[in-house]
């Protein structure tokens, strides 16, 4: 699927640098290895029946550090996103407003790009909707059929049973570990699995917490052929698990969501694929902190959602959004408050008024300034971009130690942290 124009990138002196990001399943510091020159990056994309709010801007945001610093190290990056482009959300959406479900998905996932644009968020290499996988879901479907991984529970009304993964199977026969992803004990897994599209009460389930791989066609809902299963449409983990599978080598280097992800999402979709490949699906779990509105998780059920087109609509500039979102930690959960907005505003103009009045002279374009140094070894500490921030904020008071020339401070910021100061 089409994802969105990039926004230019200036090449920067290499620096070598190591990152350490905190991983979920290891829950520290972990150093990120670089195989080959080259990086692979998997973002859970959004499920498109309502526009983009701070909170996914924020993770695609922060994700778009962790691609713009491994570029500045000199790494080949792949990254994959996703759009649930059929889920249940989706069609309880577009039946509430008598919307057709592939005309809500289209205008909601057409906004998001142009959100994306926006806020210079450097595209995915590969942009997949879930519809376009399903092939590879049903392929993936069978063969864990076949291996004794998931099982077929009937369904009322239906021609052809569903499928669940069997997660007491897959602990036995892979090297998963329930739990070991997402970092939950069983009891909150418990807790969060109704509470995120579970289905703990479903009759006929090995354990209550199986997770749903191939839901039979449904009289008045869209489905798919689906091969020896029968026509249906995919559950949600199985969905990024064969998209990440079939476009990033296995393992790839990190996995990115929203914490809302931790499980069960990422737990499955990391069970489903070391089932299916007997490798695991990536080396680190990186999550976001959940953005709020006064106090309480933004989001599209609760209809408490601060949306970044009517930010921008009111006239808000969207690199002062990107700096706001920035001087936030990514693993932090944080509430908006729109005078956060005057203050980014406030900031991203004192910044531009130091660039405008720096000096410009002919700098050695293959050596790194000091500036870039300090920005970058704030960025491999976990991806400090709030420290960064603070760094740029001593740069424009003129209290940062070492010579920047304008234009490689201009090419620095817009490289690392996309926002351009250029007049
Ligand atoms: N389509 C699935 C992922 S496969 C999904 O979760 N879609 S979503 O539209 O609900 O969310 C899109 C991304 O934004 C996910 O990574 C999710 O974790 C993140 N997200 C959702 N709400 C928030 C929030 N309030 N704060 C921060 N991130 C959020
Ligand atoms: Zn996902």
């Not at 479903?202 to 809902?221: H, V």
Request: proline residues 8%; glycine residues 8%; charged residues 20%.
């Amino acid at each position: 699927m089409r994802s969105w124009p990039a926004p230019p990138v200036p090449s920067l002196p290499a620096v070598d640098e190591t990152l350490e990001l905190h991983s979920t399943p290891a829950a520290t510091r972990t150093p990120v290895v670089s195989r080959d020159g080259t990086a692979s990056l998997y973002v859970c994309g959004i499920t498109p029946y309502d526009a983009t709010h701070l909170g996914h801007a924020n993770t695609y945001v922060q994700f778009d550090i962790l691609v713009r610093y491994w570029r500045a190290c000199g790494l080949d990056v792949n990254y994959v996103q996703n759009v649930t482009d059929i889920d249940d959300p989706l069609l309880e959406r577009a039946d509430a407003t008598g919307v057709d479900w592939r005309m809500l998905a289209e205008s909601q996932t057409d906004l998001f790009r142009s959100d994306m644009h926006a806020l210079r968020v450097i595209p995915p290499n590969t942009y997949m909707g879930a519809v376009e996988m399903i092939p590879g879901v049903v392929e993936d479907v069978e063969r864990l059929l076949s291996e004794g991984i998931a099982y077929p529970v009937p369904a009322e009304g239906t021609a052809t049973p569903d499928y669940y993964f069997d997660i007491a199977s897959a602990e036995a026969r892979t090297g998963w570990t329930f739990g070991s992803i997402g970092n939950y004990d069983r009891t909150s897994m418990e807790e969060l699995f109704p509470e995120r599209g579970g289905d703990p009460e479903r009759a006929g389930k090995r354990d209550p917490l199986d997770p749903l791989l191939w839901l039979a066609r449904r009289e008045g809902e869209p489905s798919w052929d689906g091969g020896t299963l029968g026509e249906g449409r995919p559950g949600w983990h199985i969905e990024c698990s064969v998209i990440a599978r079939r476009h990033l080598p296995a393992p790839f280097s990190v996995q990115g969501g929203g914490s809302d992800l931790r499980f069960p999402h990422h737990e499955f979709s990391a069970a489903h694929a070391t089932a299916a490949d007997g490798v695991p699906l990536a080396e680190h779990y990186a999550h976001t902190g959940m953005v709020g509105l006064n106090g309480e998780k933004m989001s599209k059920s609760k209809g408490n959602l601060v949306l970044v087109s009517e930010l921008t609509a009111k006239g808000h500039d969207p690199q002062a959004i990107r700096a706001l979102l920035l001087s936030h930690h990514w693993r932090a959960d944080w509430s908006f408050h729109p005078d956060d907005l005057a203050f980014a505003e406030a900031r991203l103009g004192r910044w531009k008024s130091a660039v405008a009045h720096a000096e410009d002279y002919d700098a050695d374009p293959s050596h790194p300034s000091p500036l870039q140094y300090a920005l970058m070894s704030a960025l491999s500490g976990d991806l400090n971009a709030p420290a960064a921030l603070d760094i740029l904020d001593l740069w424009a008071a003129g209290q940062f130690p070492g010579g920047t020339s304008r234009r490689q401070t201009i090419d620095l910021v817009d490289a690392l942290l996309g926002i351009s100061l250029e007049a």
